[in-house]
């Protein structure tokens, strides 16, 4: 006689294979879970984690238009109310950078608005002082970085003179103490009055230091252009070549998207006045020619981070259109820089501004400020499940 199988005998089977699908599909949407708001009424132009009063608890630092506000951390994923740090005149052309600048083994901040000021950390979190790091004019902008891998901050200066076209980029090193050297230029360019520059931080190289990427946007002859440029990085020399020139791209950030530990470059740019994302595949000799398209969409706000833990850069974005709903959500990288499906986070006008282990369970967690007000994170759940 042949061995029957009966219906019931495949329950418990086909159970556990809708269990398991089911969880595996949860799972990948289920990344996230709820909000945790620190403060209703807070707003934020940019948000920092760091340790300002040494007590081994990391504190949230936030930037407005006119202050820089702390919320003192009380455990994982716990805040004090907001207090206000460092009030200064208002201005929307405003950035900070935190570090230990002066080498002091405490955290300090550095703000630029239009000069680039230094507020040393006392050792307790008080920033009563400040001094003038560099002066500038409207226009030029700040980076902070450490570009010699020295554990020393070091500040570049990017500038135009509209007498003689010319643009320029300034490297002021940190020797140590806080005192920066003077500067030196790393790169100039003559160029039409219109136009802007972005630099971009990575190891090209993978020798250990940061080399540089200049994303370059002019308006010659009516015609836009964005032109990228990198520089390898010997001893705080700089040797820039050409890398790529579209009339298209808006913004780029080089990212290792598809696993090989060489940074990769992700491009936004317009295809029949629809914002469409690219990203160039670095083939280990830092040439960039093998495209591949990654979405039809703006990805305004976007945040790179290993959102499900699996060791490749996925990305988190917001979406804001008229009529329709604004949500944040986030994409899965597959490890070769396939994005493929886009999972929902959470509703409203939320924009991702950090990624940060917030919680202390050793996956990164979203900090995110909201519209019209409110600050706040959002938990992984990846290392609980």
Not at 199 to 209: A, C, I, K, P, Y
Not at 227 to 240: E, K, L, M
Not at 251 to 273: A, C, E, F, R, W
């Amino acid at each position: 006689m042949k061995n029957l199988i009966h219906f019931k005998d495949l329950l418990p089977v086909a159970f556990l294979l809708v269990f398991f699908l089911a969880q595996s599909f949860g799972n990948a949407q289920e990344i996230f879970g709820n909000k945790h708001i620190i403060d209703d009424n807070g707003s934020a132009s940019e948000l920092h984690c760091a340790d300002i009063n040494n007590d081994d608890i990391s504190d949230l630092l936030s930037l407005s238009s006119d202050h820089i506000a702390v919320y003192y951390g009380q455990g994982p994923g716990n805040f004090s109310e907001k207090e206000t740090l460092i009030n200064f005149p208002s201005s929307y052309n405003v950035s900070m950078f935190v570090f230990d600048f002066d080498n002091d083994q405490d955290v300090d901040i550095i703000l630029d608005n239009t000069d680039l000021f230094l507020f040393p950390n006392d050792g307790q979190g008080n920033f009563e002082s400040y001094e003038t790091l560099l002066s500038s004019i409207p226009g030029d902008n700040f980076y902070v970085a450490d570009i010699d891998n020295d554990a020393a901050a070091d500040v570049l200066k990017t500038t135009y003179s509209e007498s003689s076209n010319m643009i320029e980029v300034f490297l002021y090193t940190n020797p140590g103490n806080g005192n920066l050297n003077s500067g030196t230029v790393i790169y100039d360019r003559l160029i039409p009055p219109e136009n802007s520059i972005a630099l971009h931080f990575t190891d090209l190289q993978q020798d250990g230091d940061l080399d540089i990427m200049i994303d370059l946007y002019y308006n010659d002859w009516d015609e836009t252009y964005n032109a990228i440029y990198s520089g390898i990085n010997s001893n705080n020399s700089f040797d820039f070549d050409f890398v790529m020139s579209s009339s298209s791209s808006i913004s780029i950030q080089p990212v290792d998207l598809n696993g090989d530990n060489h940074p990769d470059l992700l491009t936004l740019g317009m295809l029949n006045d629809v914002y469409c994302w690219h990203w160039y595949e670095n083939d280990g000799n830092n040439e960039f020619d093998n495209a591949h398209h990654l979405s039809n969409s703006s990805l305004s706000n976007r945040l790179m981070i290993d959102a499900d833990m699996d060791g490749d850069a996925d990305i988190v974005y917001g979406s804001y259109y008229p009529n329709e709903r604004n949500a944040l959500s986030w994409i899965e990288n597959d490890g070769t820089g396939f994005f493929a499906d886009s999972y929902f986070i959470a509703a409203g006008y939320i924009y991702p501004k950090k990624s940060f282990d917030v919680d202390g369970d050793n996956d990164l967690d979203i900090l995110y400020s909201s519209y019209p007000s409110g600050i706040g994170w959002i938990e992984n759940l990846t290392i609980s499940k």
